[in-house]
């Protein structure tokens, strides 16, 4: 008997060989009790006196106390900002600029162990993208933008870039270390000073960014770092001193912010929320296609503005790629952040949590088919399964909304037509892929989706050559890339 | 079974399947898992000579080793067969005796394949007659190359037909297949022609296993087996010679097909000295450090 039948046609991937814990050490991190602001080249209390706790979110546990920053500590910062720009950096010669820029970049690799432990257990994401993705993106982009600093006139050739002044930046909690250095390095490449906001839920490798910058020897003043809440980012919006304004986060507060500065002459980008179309035809390669669907929606637990959140199928093949997508994701590996293992992570908050959960349970509402696969997830932390929402309908809410988690809907589609219009009816206008083994289509459709990044036969690919931002309520301003600089000069 | 035209087998992206295997390759496997992932691994290994130089005392040296690969460490499982030419099936038989390792031996025109179907039915019988478990042949890689995909679909079925009750290894020789959308044309035809396992390579030729062919070809049995209910072994063979790399194609195994394959009966390894460089990952494991390359038998 040389081959088996078998009644049930499935296959098996939680029985038999399991891996055993691989846990990243995290004895080797140094984190201070207590961290204030940086301003001024030093580390500074909060004027309040207040302090909130950072929480590792895959065990609840308190990992720092921060300064709670207001306006008084945000004034602070500016002014050190503005003094610094006036007296040393718009002074100094470009090429000096740049040495700083390619120190802080080695540094950031020479520390990158410690960097991806303390981003896992602040944030909730698996040690493998942290260390893999976060750390090595966060050093291209000190190491790029060092780069351009003395040659901002070939950027822009025939025109005298000038910097701006004070740049108040504000960046999300899903990639902490990475969008301080999207942010910092063109900012200072170009001549300008910072006071930079991280978010409250995950502000420790900020303060270990702001460790290396003491390091490094930068000027004081020419990166500020201020601890604090949404009352701590609007006090830096709407400080008289800040020439520039560059935003990360979800598109409420990008309009907000939008409203704030109208009429003050300063400059801003927004890169806001998305709900990205993930399109697959028929003639896709269809095993890499689930491997970009995965990396697409499931990459730092759905916590991507780019996440491809929404799955479209050509319908010849929706049976078989939802099966294989569906094995695919049973060999996923939810929990602990620090193992090695682990391509799921925790949920970075309790309310993202409830907010993700929220959706899920809208989604059952509303008549979509909801599929989540069998493995346990971790009883203690914030942990969310996996999970597919099948027969999805443009109408339904799910569809529509951003989710921020790890969810996917699906819906399939007839003809090429059909997808682009429903890709595209949507407010947001981030990303979007493309599925197919034909490159003509391609072009076609990079043309037609009104996203301002489309990836073709890949998902979630980032580097700093290239320029990244939004179509519509996904904000405008390109970071990254030669696109970026603009942002940061009078041309 | 409906007719199935060769020419439009899945397509494959090549960058795509480099990424995969990539990220495979960062799972973490320690401890207890790594003991027992290459426990197995040794349990896999087609302990392989294919050398003009072979003689039967070489074999019988090899057929001793396939059945005692260390004795000094117990409870070690033994290889699953030794890979040997023809003329030395019916030795390496006696030499196994009742000893659960098998005899596999290559066949038709072993490794170009360059003869005529005659010849290669003849080569076939005389290795089944002389006692091989499993049969491993070669594909027309010529005949392939020029899109003459009935004539390697008929040669395989007719091979699967001269080997009886032996199993069928289909050899593609992915070395000189030059594209993953190839491998994967060239599985689907093994597949359907009736092969029992199909396999990368002879060891004769450069590059032979590599990891994103082999997941390519588990990615075809996986498909196969979904369509058909029936499953097909697999056997990366040649250039796989450390623990480390034998850990990483069985992540590969486990993530793709599941527990069902991951046994000797659906999954093996064509090596000859992979063997010793997992027991001295095991020795390491049990004695807590690494001896030297004497202290393994070289057979």
Redo the contacts between chains.
């Keep these: 008997m ?5 009644p049930e ?1 499935t ?10 814990p ?1 846990p990243e050490s995290s004895d080797h991190i140094r984190l201070e009790k207590k961290y204030g602001h940086f301003i001024n080249g030093e580390f500074v209390a909060p004027a309040s006196g207040k302090y909130f706790t950072s929480y590792n979110p895959s065990n609840e546990k308190p990992l720092a106390d921060v300064g709670k920053g207001d306006a008084r500590d945000m004034d602070k910062a500016v002014k050190a900002a503005k003094t610094a720009y006036d007296k040393v950096w718009k002074k100094m010669p470009a090429a000096e600029r740049g040495k700083y820029l390619y120190r802080i970049a080695r540094m950031i690799q020479e520390r990158a162990r410690e960097l991806a432990v303390i981003e896992s257990m602040d944030g909730g994401k698996p040690i ?1 993208e942290s260390r ?1 993705i976060d750390v090595p993106l966060a050093a291209a982009h000190f190491f790029y933008y060092a780069g351009w600093a003395d040659k901002l006139e070939y950027a822009f050739p025939g025109r005298t870039p000038e910097p701006l002044g004070v740049a108040g930046q504000i960046i999300p909690w899903n990639f902490p270390l990475l969008m301080a250095a999207w942010k910092i390095a063109p900012a200072l490449a170009c001549g300008n000073t910072v006071v930079l906001k991280p978010a409250e839920s995950t502000p420790l490798t900020a303060m270990k960014l702001a460790e290396i910058i003491r390091d490094s020897g930068l000027p004081p003043g020419v990166v500020n770092i201020v601890n604090g809440f949404g009352d701590a980012g609007a006090a830096l919006v709407n400080h008289k001193d800040v020439a520039k304004i560059a935003f990360t986060g979800s598109t409420d507060v990008g309009k907000i912010i939008q409203k704030a500065v109208a009429g003050t002459g300063k400059k801003l980008t927004l890169e806001l929320g998305g709900k990205a179309a993930n399109i697959v035809f028929e ?6 296609a689930v ?2 669907i995965i990396n697409g929606i499931f990459f730092n637990q759905g916590h991507v503005c780019c996440a491809g959140s929404r799955l479209f199928v050509q319908e010849g093949v929706a049976d078989k790629l939802i ?1 294989k997508l569906k ?1 695919r994701i049973e ?1 996923l590996r939810v929990g602990d952040p620090l193992d ?2 682990t391509d799921v992570g925790a949920i970075n908050s309790k309310e993202q949590l409830e907010k993700i959960s929220y959706y899920i349970g809208l989604g059952k509402e509303e008549g979509a088919e909801m599929w989540q696969p069998s493995g346990n997830i971790p009883q203690t932390g914030y942990f969310c399964r996996p999970t597919l929402f099948l027969n999805a309908s443009q109408s339904h809410r799910i569809v529509q909304e951003e989710i921020f988690g790890p969810v996917l809907t699906i819906q399939t589609f007839r003809t090429v037509e059909e997808v682009i219009e429903k890709a595209n009816n949507i407010p947001y206008g981030l990303s979007a892929g493309v599925w197919t ?1 034909k490159g003509s289509r391609i072009f076609n459709l990079t043309g037609k989706l009104r996203a301002g990044v489309v990836w073709a ?2 998902y979630n690919k980032f580097d700093p050559v290239s320029p990244f931002g939004g179509y519509k309520e996904s904000g405008f301003g390109r970071e990254g890339g030669v696109q970026g600089l603009a942002a940061y000069l009078k041309i | 079974m409906k007719k199935i035209d060769f020419t439009q087998t ?4 090549q ?3 480099e ?2 295997v990539a990220r495979l390759n ?9 003991v ?2 290459l426990k ?1 691994a040794l349990n896999l290994i087609d302990l392989t000579t294919l050398e003009g130089k072979d003689t039967a005392g070489k074999v019988k040296q090899m057929c001793y080793k396939a059945m005692h690969p260390h004795d000094e460490l117990p409870g070690l499982p033994t290889v699953a067969a030794v890979c040997v030419y023809p003329t030395f099936v019916g030795l390496a038989k006696k030499e196994l005796g009742d000893s659960g390792v098998k005899v596999a031996s290559v066949a038709t025109a072993f490794p170009s394949g360059q003869s005529t179907r005659q010849i290669k039915i003849e080569d076939t019988k005389f290795a089944v007659s002389e006692g091989a478990d499993e049969v491993d042949m070669v594909i027309s890689r010529g005949e392939f190359l020029v899109g003459n995909y009935n004539y390697v679909f008929d040669e395989i079925a007719e091979v699967k037909e001269a080997c009886g ?1 032996a ?2 290894k289909v050899i593609l020789e992915t070395g000189e297949l030059s594209t993953l959308d190839n491998v994967r044309r060239a599985s689907e035809i093994a597949m359907r022609a009736g092969a ?1 396992f199909i396999k990368t390579s002879t060891g004769k030729i450069q590059p032979a296993a590599t990891q994103p062919v082999t997941l390519v070809m588990l ?1 075809a049995i ?1 498909d196969y ?2 369509e058909t ?3 097909i072994g697999m056997k990366p063979a040649g250039g796989i010679s450390t623990a480390k790399s034998a850990l990483n194609y ?1 992540v590969m195994v ?2 793709t ?4 394959w ?1 046994n000797n009966e659906w999954f093996r390894f064509g090596a000859s000295s992979l063997a010793n460089d997992i027991l001295m990952q095991l020795a390491k494991e049990a004695k807590g450090v690494y001896q030297g390359g004497d202290y393994f038998s070289k057979d």
């Design positions: 040389s081959k088996k039948s078998k046609i296959l098996n991937f939680n029985q038999g060989w399991q891996y055993a691989a493998r893999d003639d896709a390669p269809l095993d890499q491997e970009g099966r094995d060999t090695k293992n083994d036969n890949t | 899945p397509v494959i992206d960058v795509s399947v990424e995969r960062t799972r973490s496997i320690k401890k207890s898992a790594k027992e992932g197995l009750k199993r069928l029992d990615e996986r087996y979904y209910g029936i499953m069985l486990h993530e097909l599941g527990n069902a991951m």
